[in-house]
């Protein structure tokens, strides 16, 4: 069974402060990886997209990517009230579909 | 450009109607992937079309269909509606085929519900 975890949370952080959001994956193979951002009642909005180890940075957004160790992060630098929503993170696993995690919650707080 | 868009938003069935929502993927894309989203299981990938062929299917049951127009508009079928069929249907639109990489833009989504 393919999967992704991200914890549920909320993760609580304050106004101004870096919020990290963590996703594991279960497919070595993995090739493809995704941050979607979803406010309460609307649809999942495309953050960034990562290919190859390292660092990404879009913005305060910097997407992490360890294939090694299974493990794919969003950074949001400079958190504001308005960042608060759900964090999907998306995975390719062979080739196929995109496996979404269930999501991390984010509360920043003024 | 404009995005994706899904009609109707929302919908109201009673168990064992049928329905049939509509896709249409940013002007370009050509290929078009179906989600569930529900509270308990997250988003759950149910099919992708491209050049008018379903290209992967997950795992839902027959009662769960699609296609694919050469316009690129896809449309899904439910039928024999079930209460857990209740959901908001997510269509998600991608150059070329998600598994080779191509980011995914969703719609804004059609809200079941099943009575």
């Known amino acids: 069974q393919k999967e992704v975890e991200q914890n549920s949370g909320p993760l609580s952080v304050p106004e101004g402060a870096i919020a990290s959001l963590n996703c594991t994956y279960s497919d070595r193979g993995s090739q493809s990886f995704f941050w979607y951002r979803q406010y309460s009642g609307k649809s999942p909005e495309l953050i960034m997209s990562?290919?190859?180890?390292g660092d990404k940075e879009d913005g305060r957004f910097t997407a992490q990517l360890n294939k090694a160790s299974q493990y794919v992060s969003l950074l949001i630098r400079d958190s504001q009230p308005s960042d608060s929503a759900t964090y999907l993170c998306?995975?390719?696993?062979?080739?196929?579909?995109?496996?979404f995690g269930k999501g991390t919650m984010l509360l920043v707080s003024p | 450009k404009a995005g994706v868009t899904q009609t109707p938003r929302y919908l109201i069935k009673t168990r064992g109607q049928q329905v049939t929502l509509s896709c249409s993927p940013i002007?370009?894309?050509?290929?078009v992937s179906w989600y569930q989203q529900t509270p308990g299981q997250g988003l759950q990938f149910l099919f992708e079309?491209?050049?008018?062929?379903?290209?992967n299917k997950g795992n839902f049951p027959g009662r769960f269909s699609g296609r694919q127009f050469s316009n690129s508009r896809s449309e899904m079928n439910v039928s024999t509606l079930e209460l857990g069929d209740s959901a908001l249907y997510l269509c998600?639109?991608?150059?070329?085929?998600?598994?080779?990489?191509?980011?995914?833009?969703f719609g804004p989504g059609t809200r079941l519900t099943v009575t």
């Open positions: 002007s370009g894309h050509r290929s």
């Open positions: 998306a995975v390719i696993e062979g080739y196929s579909t995109l496996t």
């Open positions: 990562i290919y190859s180890n």
């Open positions: 998600a639109s991608s150059l070329g085929l998600a598994g080779v990489g191509y980011e995914q833009y």
């Open positions: 079309y491209f050049s008018e062929t379903q290209r």
